[in-house]
């Protein structure tokens, strides 16, 4: 049986870590207890942009800015994020964050709660990084198929909620139940929605990868 807390430690040693200053907004977000995408997470999203090569990110669930400078630094030149926060002091934070990294041009920061953000938008992106309220994310799957586009990515973060996914529901603190039913209805819907393919990763805290199939 492999440790996975040692596993962790040990496939942290071969990262090669981000610019100096994400790692100083990192420190920051750390020391403020502002959540924060794991080193494994981020190791992931710079593969898959090089791979993918997006040239439109939208993002939902901003924080203070750390995930979408990641993706704006190491997207292709030209990509822009688009992120969504309701969060005040969220919101305050990730624009100097944007300003300080000289991205205010690359990012645009929507402030107010993604349900109806998402509905407004029009895309199509070639790339959306799921990553806010977990409980929230069956509600704002149908518009985020709507506006990703053929052939493009759905990332989605914290999918395994620290393991207790893998409980019953009854096994789980009953103030989490609701947020635990909402995403296993969630890896259902993703591994069995026809428009998707879908994988589930034990990276991070869990992370979904899915292509929008294209049309055929």
């Known amino acids: 049986m492999i440790d996975k807390e040692r596993l962790d430690v ?23 207890n502002e959540p924060i995408i794991r080193t494994q997470t981020q190791g992931l999203l710079r593969f ?6 997006p040239m ?23 990509c822009h994020v688009t992120t969504v926060e309701k969060v005040e002091r969220r919101i305050l934070a990730a624009r100097e964050n944007f300003r300080r990294a000289g991205r205010e041009d690359a990012v645009t920061l929507l402030a107010g709660d993604a349900a109806d953000i998402l509905k407004e938008l029009s895309g199509p992106y070639d790339m959306i990084f799921m990553d806010a309220a977990k409980g929230q994310y069956p509600a704002f799957l149908p518009e985020v198929l709507r506006l990703l586009a053929p052939g493009g990515l759905l990332v989605s973060d914290n999918v395994l ?38 994988t589930i990763l034990p990276v991070g805290d869990g992370v979904t990868v899915s292509v929008k199939n294209r049309r055929t």
């Open 10 to 32: 040990f496939l942290a040693s071969f990262d090669r870590g981000n610019t100096p200053f994400l790692d100083q907004i990192e420190q920051e977000a750390l020391e403020t």
């Open 56 to 78: 439109s990110i939208l993002e939902v669930g901003c924080a203070v800015g750390f995930s979408a400078l990641l993706m704006s630094e190491y997207a292709p030149a030209g």
């Open 161 to 198: 909620q620290d393991g207790d996914i893998l409980e019953s529901r009854f096994a789980v603190e009953r103030r989490d139940r609701t947020i635990h039913s909402r995403m296993r209805e969630y890896l259902f819907e993703l591994t069995h929605n026809d428009a998707l393919t879908t």
């Open 48 to 53: 898959l942009l090089a791979l993918h090569r």
